[in-house]
């Protein structure tokens, strides 16, 4: 099973945000749509990525004034994405060794969409479940 069915199941919205818009503004938007993730943008190229988890750690270095910041200060700008035919285990693995929890998926260099760690556990679990049906039905003819 591939990257491609997380999406089809899931679809593609893509929520970003600009480089030089405050981290409030990402917060907001972040609310807005009830995610844990924006990818950041300058002009039509994909600059960086960031995350909930981005925000909790700016907050001990700069305090309540981090949200008057831009995003660029705290954004992840080295972005990991996948493939939208990489295998679900593999991103599984990836996800876990680089300990992220969203990834931006491409096809031929064009961003598709954007998919949670619990989005690749959801359709893991669907396959394995699948599985399971498939050997019990086998076992009782």
Request: proline letters at 2%; glycine letters at 8%; aromatic letters at 4%.
């Amino acid at each position: 099973m591939t990257v491609a069915q997380i999406i089809k199941d899931k679809g593609q919205n893509i929520v970003s945000v600009k480089e030089d818009d405050t981290i409030m503004v990402a917060l907001k938007v972040m609310g807005k749509y009830g995610i844990g993730v924006v990818l950041v943008y300058s002009g039509n190229e994909m600059t960086g990525i960031m995350s909930e988890r981005d925000v909790a750690r700016g907050l001990p270095h700069y305090g309540k004034d981090l949200l008057d910041m831009p995003v660029s200060k705290i954004m992840t700008s080295n972005v990991i994405t996948c493939d939208i035919f990489d295998k679900v285990e593999s991103v599984m693995e990836l996800m876990t060794a680089k300990k992220i929890r969203h990834l931006p998926v491409m096809q031929d260099g064009s961003l598709m969409a954007v998919i949670s760690i619990g989005d690749v556990v959801k359709q893991k679990m669907a396959q394995t479940e699948a599985e399971a049906e498939s050997l019990k039905a086998y076992i009782a003819s």
